[in-house]
Structures are given as C-alpha cells and as structure tokens.
C-alpha cells in the first residue's frame, strides 16, 4: 500500500496498465486486454483499478482486481475517464437534483412569421445558458433556420425563429455552458406547418364561391385552391387574389379581358397556395426547391414561403410583392413568357422578380404594352 | 519558465489566501458512485466534456456538469476538473457534491489542467504551461514541485510527493518529485511510455478534512 504507481504503458505490443513497485523498481502488467487500456484510477481500499478500456474506435469503462487480474466491464458506453469515488466505508451522498432529459419540456408557438420556442427545466433554477437551435428539412436532409442563445431563468428560457416552411422541424436545445444541471442536448422534431388533423400533403382545399366578372373582354374563368397544411384561411388568400386580379391596373383592367372567380366547370388556371414540398411536386419538373413559385400547364403554384415572407431582396413591402407574385404567375397562366426589362418606360411583370432583379426595376402590375400583347384580350 | 519568477507569481497568489480551514461534519453515508468523463455531442461537429455520475455497478448513469480531466477530493465529497473559463482557456474548477455551483480556482492567461488532489483534501498539483504547481486551498503556502514539464500529476498517499510523467528521449517516464522542492528524480528508465500514474492508496483516511467550498478566492498562477 502506497508502494505502488499504476499507470498506462505502451509498448510495441499495445497500451495495457502497469504497476511499478517502488522499492524493488519491478513494472509488472496488469492488464492485456488486447485493447487499449488508458487512465487507471484506484478504489479507496487499493485493491482495484477503474480504467478506460478501447477497442477501436469505441470505448467503455472496466475496473480490475489487482490481485487477480479479474476484470469487470461496465455497460456505461463510450467514456474517457472513470473514477470511483474515494471512500472506503461511507460516501458522502450525491443525491443533489440533477434534471434529467425527461425533466425537459419544449413548447413551440407558431404565428405566420415565427417559431417561438419555450423551455422549461425542472430544478434548473436561475443561471447558464441554453443555446437553442432549429432546423427544417429540406429535401430531405435538415437544414439550419437559426440558433440564438437564452439565459437560464427560474429553469426558463425562450427563442425566437423566422419560421420555416418546408416540411419537418427540428429544435434542439443544448446546454454548453450550463454549470452544475443537465449538460446534455435534447432534441425535440415537430411538425412546422399549422397541419389539421388528417391533412396530408397535397390535401388541397377549393374556396367555394363564384365571383361576378371583372369587366368586359373575353372571359377569362380561374379557381384557388389552398393546400389545407398550410393552415392559411382559404378565403382569406382568396380575397387577396382576387383583389389583385380584379385590380384596373391587373390584367383583366381596362376592358382587356373579363377575370371570374368559379368553383366549378372548366377554368384557364387555378391559382394554388401551397407548402414547398407540395409545390416542387406540383412544378415538377420545373426545379422550384422549395423556395419558387411556378406556373406549370393549367395551375399557378404560389410557395407558401414566398407568400408569408416575400423575397426581401427585391421587395420591402410585402403587399407588393405579392401583387407581382399573383400577376407574374398569372401572366403565365395567360400564356404571357418571362421577359427581360425595357430601356425606359413601364418595366415588365413578367420579368423575374424573385430574389434578384437581374439590374432591372420593380413591377407588380402588368405594363400597358404588356397587357396588349396578352393572347385573346381586347385591345 | 523560471522558477524564481513563478514563485513571485505564486507569492502573488498566496496573499490571496487567507481563508482559514474548517472541518465540517460528515455528510450523510452512502455507497460510492463512479465519476465518468463522456463526449457529448452538440451537433454541427461540436463536442463537448461533460462529467457523469454512476453507481459502482455503473447503473443510475446521470450527467453532472461539463468538465473534463476530472479528480475525486480524498474524501469524495468534492470534485477538481478542468473546464474552459472566463477567458476561454482550460482552469480548474472545484464542486462539491452537495450541488454548489463550481468556482474557478485559476484565471491566469495560459490554460491550467488535470487537478489531483492532496491526500489531506487541501492542495491541488495542476499542470500549467511550465509544469505542476500545487495550489492551496488552505489559505497557506504555494510550493512548486520541480517538474518542468510534467503532465498527469498524483500525489503520493503521505503527500510528500508527486509522481508525474515527462518525456525522455522518444518515451515518457515516471518521475517523483518532493513537494518540499527539494528535487526531482526519474524513477523508471525502459522502453514503455507511461501516462496517467496514479500512487496507490494507504488506506489512512484519518488526516482527510472535508472539503468546504471558499467563496471570494481567486488564484491567478
């Protein structure tokens, strides 16, 4: 007792423990496992060592007995160090409140334009910090929406996140720097579109009601569907739509053509308000991503993302942008093509407005020239 | 690093020290746990050390705190680990079992490591940029063990020493060093590298204090 240095000894033949007596300055092995065997830490009593066992790549912990040589493996997973606590007869009780995964509650609120992330922790108490971050999947992998940092409070902390609208969401909250609770990660998968029950993807809803003609011109009769996982209110959108399309300044103004919202019978398009995944299924196979909007044969595919946030690149208001979304989709569902800007005079919708201007200026209403130049209208 | 200049920073820190010991009462008896050092995995490729309690039989598995390079206090009531600090860079830290919050123990610039405790509870040999130091939690002297870079400290069960590992030649060996200062001397010359000694115990418990955490205390090594 006391005579003795254990420690770990590599030679050509691996890494095993050792005892090194003292006195007679003898190295004998203790172990030969085969593995690596690293960190040997004695029990009070000195008769055994607790020690890191690898093998490979993984990693468990075991204790032997010195005298013996008999070792007992520990079903403790992947560790780097192991150490018995030193007392022989009585220790001192680590009974303490330690929050455990299951300690950890996470509620998430949605409005159109945030994810609000709410933690809670049970005996967390005030202090350290909890980092908490949110993805999305998109095209099947998960992608980052964001990560922002909340103080600990009365076991409380809170994030809030430009809400995603693709698929899957995922939050996971980590505490790095938290002291003395839980020092672990969890993770929470939920779903980020406001979905009613039994909706599925693609579980589009037809907002009922006809609408009397815009004006006089050929006529030109449409539909709106509203993907029921979107959670938008289909007349709402509807509304919206429709104050676009029946707008003077719209394609329908000025007498060139008569726009008419129906829910029946044969329509030139149908406008649909969609979740990306639907809409790159809808557009296919136009290469929407998720992130564009499209016109593809006989529906007008809006991206529910672009819709609640716009494209901030080229469009401030959002009010607008929306216009050139509806007008621009439309367009094509009014057999116009994509158009590069003009020297001078009214810009084009029908030029692409998404994410860059492509050195061009704004317009959310179709140009005068453009609407003559519409197949069929009256001009 | 000169030893005459790290015993005036250590002076230094000395003064900071006056906080006399106390013996408490045991705290209430129980089996003994196993203190485990696990990777934890944050994501995006970011890990971290964190500290994990076990029963002997390494059942009732519950993580602590983060940590690393963790050190049971003699009479297991408290544990030294080494965590990054203010200043971003690895300091020792020590927390009681009882649930305190840790304290910081260094806030030097270089980076303090691999804490083992005194047999008597009340000194900690770390591993800084110029070797060992030994610090006090008493509120008495410093002392340097001679020990230029020596890494993996472990104090002898009488705590008069220090066996620690340092490099000669391609491999690592053994080498004890007085904490008097009185010297260092290498103790195995053969082919194996060694790491990571650990001095078996003597089974004397008698002359362990109980630890009790000291607030206001701050060593800068």
């Known amino acids: 007792m006391g005579t003795r240095i254990a420690f770990s000894g590599t030679d050509p033949s691996g890494t095993d423990l050792y005892l090194f007596n003292i006195a007679s300055g003898e190295t004998t092995r203790v172990t030969s496992m085969g593995g690596t065997e690293l960190s040997p830490r004695w029990t009070a009593d000195g008769t055994r060592l607790y020690f890191v066992h690898r093998d490979g790549s993984t990693g468990g912990a075991a204790s032997v007995e010195v005298a013996s040589g008999a070792i007992t493996t520990l079903d403790v997973g992947d560790v780097d160090a192991v150490l018995p606590q030193p007392c022989a007869d009585a220790c001192p009780s680590t009974s303490f409140d330690v929050a455990r995964p299951s300690d950890l509650r996470v509620r998430i609120d949605k409005t159109r334009r945030t994810l609000r992330v709410l933690g809670d922790i049970d005996g967390a108490g005030t202090g350290g910090s909890a980092l908490i971050k949110v993805e999305h999947r998109n095209e099947g992998s998960f992608e980052p929406v964001g990560r922002a940092w909340s103080e600990i409070s009365d076991g409380r902390f809170a994030g809030t996140f430009a809400r995603p609208f693709s698929g899957v969401c995922k939050v996971t909250v980590v505490f790095p720097g938290a002291m003395g609770f839980l020092p672990e990660r969890a993770a929470r998968t939920f779903d980020c579109y406001y979905s009613p029950p039994g909706a599925h993807p693609g579980d589009l809803e037809l907002v009922t009601g006809t609408s009397p003609v815009s004006g006089p011109g050929p006529l030109r009769r449409f539909k709106i569907r509203v993907e029921r996982r979107t959670r938008f209110d289909p007349q709402e959108f509807a509304d919206e739509v429709e104050d676009i399309l029946y707008d003077p300044r719209g394609w329908g103004g000025n007498g060139h053509l008569g726009m008419k919202k129906v829910d029946s019978g044969r329509a030139a398009f149908t406008i649909i308000l969609a979740t990306p995944d639907t809409v790159d299924r809808l557009c296919a196979p136009a290469p929407t991503r998720g992130k564009s909007s499209c016109f593809n044969v006989t529906v007008a595919v809006i991206n529910l993302d672009r819709w609640v946030h716009g494209s901030p690149e080229t469009y401030k208001s959002l009010r607008k942008y929306r216009r050139y979304l509806i007008n621009h989709e439309v367009g094509h569902g009014l057999d116009h093509g994509h158009r590069y800007c003009i020297d001078g005079g009214p810009q084009p919708v029908m030029m692409q407005q998404t994410g860059s201007l492509q050195g061009c200026g704004r317009a959310w209403w179709p140009a005068e020239w453009e609407r003559d130049l519409t197949p069929g209208a009256r001009v | ?221």
């Open chain 2, 1 to 221: 690093m000169h030893r005459a200049a790290l015993a005036a920073l250590v002076a230094v820190a000395s003064s900071l020290l006056h906080a006399p010991p106390v013996a408490l009462s045991r705290p209430a008896s129980g089996d003994p746990n196993l203190l485990l050092q696990r990777t934890a995995d944050l994501g995006g490729g970011d890990t971290k050390d964190v500290l994990w309690l076990a029963a002997t039989d390494g059942s009732a598995l519950r993580p602590w705190i983060p940590g690393a390079s963790p050190a049971w206090s003699p009479a297991g009531d408290a544990v030294a680990f080494s965590a990054p600090g203010v200043k971003g860079v690895e300091d020792v830290f020590v927390l009681p079992i009882e649930g305190e919050r840790p304290f910081n123990l260094t806030s030097s610039p270089g980076a303090e490591t691999s804490p083992s405790w005194s047999p008597d509870g009340q000194d900690l040999a770390v591993v800084t940029a110029v070797g060992i130091s030994i610090l006090d939690l008493a509120g008495g002297s410093e002392t340097l063990a001679d020990a230029e870079g020596g890494a993996g400290p472990s104090w002898s069960p009488d705590g008069a020493e220090i066996a620690y590992v340092r490099a000669v030649g391609a491999t690592r060996q053994l080498h004890v060093a007085a904490i008097d200062g009185s010297g260092s001397r290498q103790i195995t010359s053969d082919a194996i590298d060694h790491s990571s000694p650990a001095w078996s115990p003597d089974g004397d418990a008698d002359r362990v204090q109980w630890y009790r955490p000291q607030r206001n205390r701050s060593l800068s090594l």
